[in-house]
């Protein structure tokens, strides 16, 4: 009797400790109130392929900064066929694979490696030098701000961002977060330089840390990938085996039948 008694809290208390060790593995900065949070400001860098939306104003002379702002015509309908008018549209700036761009009137500019801001700052300084008086408004977005999120996600694939401070937590909440199957403790963060060097990066969702971390908001083209835990694992050599399985039976069910159908015969 005591020794069944034992066998059976044995193994109550190996399911109170299995679950309590699964619960830790499923929710996310479970040591928030151990961390002391710090500014972490991150800019997007300027990368090959990235194209680039720049604008240059002058309000006192609007003019004279014509030439430095790349636009096409477009013919926009207005409902009647007759009345055509003509907008101006802006092109966008796609830098080669050297870093480049041509720009109007500066040529050929080294732009990969820059952020936003210190382009901007750049091209003001360049215009200003050498063709006006006073200091143009400069603005550059990037056109193309982009992460692909893939692996044990319920919505995988490739999103277009409207801003360009987007954090871990916001691009998993676009792929509609992990699935059951996903750990929480090892999503991989794949990112590309401005000289295209790529790095692979381990990311603990269950760490509050990652706050801090300077991964935690993601550049234009970063790829995370959510790696599935053991239990998928094993479910899918469960199911591998079972359609080998499966199609073993098959075959030899057929093998029987025709043989049947031939002993009949004779």
């Known amino acids: 009797m005591m020794k069944r008694f034992f066998g059976l809290w044995t193994v109550v208390a190996l399911i109170y400790v299995t679950s309590c060790s699964s619960y830790k593995n499923v929710p996310y ?20 392929k990235d194209e680039l939306i720049i604008t240059v104003s002058c309000p006192d002379d609007p003019a004279a900064v014509l030439q430095f702002n790349l636009t096409v015509s477009s013919n926009e309908n207005t409902g009647d066929r007759t009345k055509l008018t003509s907008q101006e549209v802006l092109l966008p700036y796609l830098v080669r694979n050297d870093g480049t761009i041509d720009f109007p009137a500066l040529g050929e500019i080294k732009v990969a490696g820059m952020t936003e801001d210190e382009l901007e700052d750049y091209l003001a300084t360049k215009i200003q030098g050498a063709y006006l008086k006073i200091r143009p408004v400069v603005n ?24 360009e401070k987007v954090s871990v937590y916001s691009a998993l909440a676009m792929a509609k977060d992990l699935t059951i199957y ?25 760490d509050a840390n990652l706050i801090n971390s300077p991964y935690y908001y993601l550049q234009q083209n970063d790829v995370l990938y959510v790696t599935p835990n053991k239990t998928k694992a094993k479910n899918s050599e469960i199911g591998q085996s079972t ?20 002993l009949k015969i004779k």
């Not at 900065?29 to 090959?48: C, F, G, K, Q, Y």
């Not at 550059?140 to 692909?148: A, D, E, P, Q």
């Open 29 to 48: 900065m479970i040591n928030s109130d151990e961390v002391a949070l710090m500014a972490n400001l991150s800019e997007a860098r300027i990368t090959p």
């Open 243 to 262: 359609s080998i399985w499966l199609s073993a039976t098959g075959i030899l069910v057929s093998v029987a039948s025709l043989l049947t159908t031939v």
């Open 182 to 206: 996903g750990r929480r403790d090892n999503v991989k963060l794949i990112r590309e330089d401005a000289n295209g060097q790529k790095s692979i990066h381990e990311l603990d969702l269950n």
């Open 140 to 163: 550059v977005r990037l056109n193309n701000f982009k992460v692909s999120v893939l692996g044990e996600v319920t919505s995988p694939g490739t999103f277009t961002m409207p801003a």
